[in-house]
């Protein structure tokens, strides 16, 4: 699992990156052809690495409900974001890895409900999720990585 949790903070580093070298305006832009934007897709992956470790282990997410609402898969950006909310997602791309780490390695994840992703992935227990939720942020750092083109 040690290497999951490598490509997971690398991946989160990468993440915080956009953050820090893009300014508002460039976060909310929603470049010709897409549906959603960069700041979008770093809230996405809070809330699905949250939904996909936590909740179907039966514990509590780090996330408000309302932010799970707006970001979990099948929404779109509805509104501009804030500066406010960049920061918080400042803090949620790093802080819950540290946690999420402390509470495997700690034995917190006992009980799991199996998943399967809309693409067909089935995920079995809590370490089949860390590895997928390293496939999707993968996938979104990609898409990320072409809207720069646009911006």
Known sequence: ??????????????YSKFLHHNSLAQLNKIPEGFNNNLIWNIGHVIVVQQR??????????AISDELFAAYKPGTKPEEQVSEETVNLFKELLISPVEQTIQDYESGKFTAYQEFTTS???HLA?????ITFNNYHEA?????????????
């Open 1 to 14: 699992m040690t290497t999951n949790f490598h490509i997971w903070k690398t991946n989160r580093t990468i």
């Open 52 to 61: 996909l470790v936590y909740a179907l282990s039966g514990l509590p997410m």
């Open 119 to 121: 693409k067909g992935f």
């Open 125 to 129: 227990n809590v370490e089949d999720a």
């Open 139 to 151: 996938l979104h750092l990609g898409t990320m990585v072409s809207f720069l083109k646009f911006l």
